[in-house]
Every structure is written in structure tokens, then in C-alpha cells.
């Protein structure tokens, strides 16, 4: 996976420009994004996705590498 679709797929995960221009989102569609979003992260970086990889590192309390 390269770092553009990557970003894509993370758009896409977040309803495209809705997430941005919405002032509510729904509690179990949240849960969804933060979900999706979650396990892009982890296996993109697992993959050796640099974007994820550096995400992942800014993240310690989300994510734990090895």
C-alpha cells in the first residue's frame, strides 16, 4: 500500500468532507470511523506503511510496537 491510498482509504473511512463540515455525527457512526481509522492504522504500519508507521509513533497511548 503506498501512502496515497492509504490517505484515501482514511478519507473515505471518514465520510470524505462530511466528517469536517458536519457539526454532529452520530455516536455508533463515530465508533465506526474510530474503528476503521484504528485497524487502517495498525495494519497499514504492520504492512511497513511509512504514513502509518509515523502515525503510530505519535500515537503511544493508541497504538505498541515491537
Not at 21 to 47: H, V, Y
Request: charged share 15%; glycine share 6%; hydrophobic share 45%.
Amino acid at each position: 500500500m503506498t501512502n496515497q491510498k492509504f490517505i484515501t482509504e482514511f478519507v473515505e473511512i471518514l465520510g470524505g468532507d462530511n466528517f469536517f463540515l458536519c457539526d454532529l455525527i452520530d455516536q455508533d457512526d463515530l465508533f465506526a470511523m474510530q474503528d476503521g481509522i484504528a485497524l487502517l492504522i495498525a495494519n497499514s504500519a504492520n504492512k511497513g506503511v511509512p504514513i502509518a508507521k509515523t502515525m503510530v509513533s505519535l500515537l503511544p497511548n493508541s497504538f505498541q510496537t515491537s
